[in-house]
């Protein structure tokens, strides 16, 4: 059995735990197919090297056990914001990680380091594909990106550097892959991550939001300017007084207040539901009781936008007829008039008229949504992707 690193910021703390959930299903059906599969990643408040679900987790500390938060609660760049502290935590999260990855390879060997979220970690994947005599292999979602292109550019000889050193690099898009290029230009595979992956297990059609009076349009996300909520709620306020039908909005964030200030100067708040953070039975049941899902996605002040759309697969999955802005990794996904409908960013009449086109067209929106299931169901299935992933560790290495 061929022996696999994965290092990642966080990892389940305990069976049950809602945590990288995609994360783990993929080391899982990995370990499947004969491989030996191992995981590194941060402690969570002292907590150390685990067994879990037959997985063996090493958990580097790197501060005191009440301060180590700087991931698994929330992302470590919403902690960093939060305060010098965090900020801090990074430069010893660093120095210890570095310490324990070289500590462990030094002992055990593997054949392949799969890194996630090279900014920071491909430090990390350099120190383990050396002491192991390994190959080394970068995944990037995208976000990292984002921020070296307008926050941190003094990153970016340091991401550059590590794509060049890397024996593979995977993303999650297109986008990705262009914004990757910009950087150094090399080979880079695009495979969804298990994020995208559709287990199966919620694919179901809800009759019901193909009835004659419409239930609700349905948004799930954070909400942050990149999303484009503003622009849902313009586009809802041109559709609310023609047809009987309300607009939920799963998710939080920083734009809340202002979001619900929009609706109010709209004249539409009674019509909207701020639903906030929902667990995942909630979340299944908005999927399946929704008439039209919407992602209005924008690229914001920062450049930032989506860099695949995980929720619209979502969607899909449950054959929801879809709207979606034409920015980023959607078009990955939506391909307008072919999956769904695709509009321009920032253009709330577009947004309103593609939704009512679908309200009025019951018949063409069931069949984009069948057309819609059957691409993602095609394309982002966990079999397609554990086989893309292990086609590039063959690649990488004749010892798998």
């Known amino acids: 059995m061929k022996k696999v690193l994965y290092i990642a910021t966080a990892f389940p703390r305990f069976e049950g735990d809602i945590i990288t959930p995609w994360l783990l299903e993929a080391v899982r059906r990995i370990k499947e197919r004969g491989l030996d599969v191992e995981v590194f990643t941060s402690s969570y408040k002292g907590l150390t090297n685990q067994v879990l679900y037959g997985i063996k987790i090493y958990r580097f500390r790197y501060f005191f056990k009440r301060f180590e938060t700087l991931t698994h609660e929330e992302t470590a760049v919403d902690r960093v914001k939060k305060g010098l502290l965090y900020k801090l935590l990074v430069i010893f999260y660093l120095i210890f990680g570095t310490i324990a990855i070289i500590r462990l390879t030094r002992k055990r060997k593997y054949d392949v380091i799969h890194t996630h979220w090279p900014l920071p970690h491909a430090i990390f994947g350099y120190f383990a594909s050396k002491y192991s005599h390994a190959r080394h292999i970068l995944y990037f979602h995208g976000v990292e990106l ?5 926050e941190l550019k003094l990153l970016r000889p340091f991401l ?21 290029k910009d950087l150094y230009d090399r ?17 179901f059609l809800n009759q019901s939001r193909y009835r004659k009076v419409p239930n609700y349009v349905l948004f799930v ?3 942050v300017e990149r999303k484009g909520v503003k622009y849902l709620l313009e586009a809802f306020a041109q559709i609310a007084n023609r047809y009987p039908i309300r607009l939920k909005i ?4 920083p734009e809340l207040s202002n979001l619900v200030a929009i609706a109010k ?39 930032d936008t989506e860099g695949l759309g995980v929720v619209l697969i979502e969607a899909l999955a449950y054959k929801l007829p879809v709207v979606a802005s034409k920015v980023g990794g959607i078009v990955d996904i939506i391909k307008d008039r072919e999956t769904g409908l695709l509009v321009p960013e920032k253009d709330s009449n577009a947004l309103a008229n593609a939704i009512m086109t679908l309200l009025e067209n019951p018949d063409y929106a069931r069949e984009l949504a069948e057309k819609g299931y059957n691409y993602v169901n095609e394309k982002y299935n966990w079999d397609r992707i554990i086989d893309q992933l292990i086609n590039v560790f063959c690649g990488c290495t004749k010892r798998l």
């Open 146 to 150: 984002m921020w070296v292109r307008k």
């Open 160 to 180: 550059k550097w590590a794509i060049r050193k890397a024996d593979a690099v995977i993303c999650n898009s297109s986008h990705t892959k262009a914004r990757i």
């Open 187 to 203: 080979d880079v595979f695009i495979i969804p991550s298990g994020q995208a992956a559709m287990t199966g297990t919620n694919v």
């Open 221 to 223: 996300g954070r909400l």
């Open 250 to 253: 799963v998710g939080e964030g």
């Open 265 to 303: 100067e709209k004249n539409i708040i009674e019509r909207v539901d701020f639903l906030g953070k929902v667990n995942q039975q909630e979340l299944n049941y908005y999927y399946q009781n929704a008439t039209i899902f919407v992602l209005p996605a924008v690229v914001d002040s920062k450049g």
